[in-house]
């Protein structure tokens, strides 16, 4: 059974730093992809950082230059640096994981809070 558990998500000012990670587990197939979404209230879920193809990671606009992805593929982990957080990052961050299972089947975790207060 897939597994993606994340952490690190908390209560932070404005300006001021978090690092989100994910674990997987229970996973027997190849993973070809691991990255991040987030959900704000009221909102439909939306792509933080994600790779796409190769060694390319597509960041959403808002938060390109404030957050930076990072993975390992031996630990079948990733990570998420998020620098300068606004308050309007606050949201749930899901880890998101593509396994390959003949085709590509996205998991997802049960998701961490992050609260940016101004």
């Known amino acids: 059974q897939v597994q993606l558990v994340e952490s690190g998500g908390g209560l932070v000012q404005a300006g001021g730093s978090l690092r989100l990670s994910c674990a997987a587990s229970?996973?027997?197939?190849?993973?070809?992809?691991m990255g991040w979404y987030r959900q704000a209230p009221g909102k439909q879920r939306e792509l933080v950082a994600f790779p796409t193809s190769g060694d390319t990671t597509t960041y959403a606009d808002s938060v390109k230059g404030r957050f930076t992805i990072s993975r390992d593929n031996a630990k079948k982990t990733v990570s998420l640096q998020m620098n300068s957080l606004k308050p309007e990052d606050t949201a749930v961050y899901y880890c998101?994981?593509?396994?390959?299972?003949?085709?590509?089947?996205?998991?997802w975790g049960q998701g961490t809070q992050v609260t940016v207060s101004s």
């Open positions: 998101g994981a593509d396994v390959d299972v003949g085709w590509l089947k996205r998991c």
């Open positions: 229970g996973i027997l197939f190849r993973i070809n992809a």
